[in-house]
């Protein structure tokens, strides 16, 4: 069974450009969220989403945005990008509420952003 | 929101001692507790987790408890080894679609 798969793993982009990130969630998972982690500030909730509808979302400014597609793959997008944006972007996969399964989570690897 | 506070930031222990990492949590709603371990470079991985209905749950060398009255739920190491260094995340939620985490312990087992 395929874990889950984030594109690109690494990217660099300049100040005010736009970058997408896609995930890919485990097969039959139809929850995707997606998390910005930083040294700092440890892991950061942007939302999630389930059924191709943005369920949950966490306090990040309107330039993160993302969307999911049928298939439940999803793509995150920045615009505008700052420096302090530049951290490890993680999206995790789920039946659709983990508290009604045993495994929680499935965290993909992860795309490193760095902004320049 | 819930607010979520981990404790220690780093950790260093002998190997085959015991390690304890805290959390406490602010939303008394909150009823779902996963930690996660990460190793460097590595994705986060589930490694227990507790639900607000239990006390306590064990899985050979881990355990983890849970005070809902003090909000505060630890994890406990016993026996430590050196492939157990790494960072451990502790998060609450109530609803198990959005996660609160915490900063993270960096847990480093000395051989």
């Known amino acids: 069974k395929a874990g889950v798969t984030q594109t690109p793993r690494y990217l660099i982009k300049t100040r005010g450009q736009q970058v997408t990130l896609s995930c890919s969630p485990i097969s039959g998972h139809r929850s995707v969220s997606w998390y910005q982690q930083t040294p700092g500030q440890g892991l950061q909730f942007l939302f999630e989403y389930f059924s191709e509808t943005q369920r949950n979302k966490g306090n990040f400014p309107g330039r993160f945005s993302g969307r999911q597609f049928s298939n439940s793959r999803s793509e995150m997008n920045v615009s505008t990008l700052e420096l302090g944006d530049s951290a490890l972007y993680l999206c995790a996969s789920s039946l659709g509420t983990v508290m009604l399964t045993n495994y929680g989570y499935t965290f993909g690897s992860g795309t490193r952003l760095t902004v320049v | 929101g819930e607010n979520v506070e981990q404790h220690p930031s780093t950790l260093s222990v002998q190997e085959g001692d015991s390690a304890v990492i805290k959390c406490t949590y602010s939303?008394?709603?909150?009823?779902?507790f996963p930690w996660y371990k990460q190793e460097l470079g590595k994705r986060p991985q589930l490694i227990i987790d507790i639900r607000s209905n239990v006390g306590e749950k064990k899985d050979q060398r881990i355990a983890v408890t849970l005070n809902k009255t003090a909000k505060h739920f630890s994890l406990h190491i016993t026996e430590t080894q050196p492939e157990d260094s790494a960072v451990y995340f502790c998060?609450?939620?109530?609803?198990?679609?959005?996660?609160?985490f915490g900063t993270g312990t960096s847990l480093t087992v000395i051989p």
């Open positions: 939303d008394s709603a909150s009823n779902y």
């Open positions: 998060a609450a939620s109530k609803t198990g679609n959005q996660f609160y």
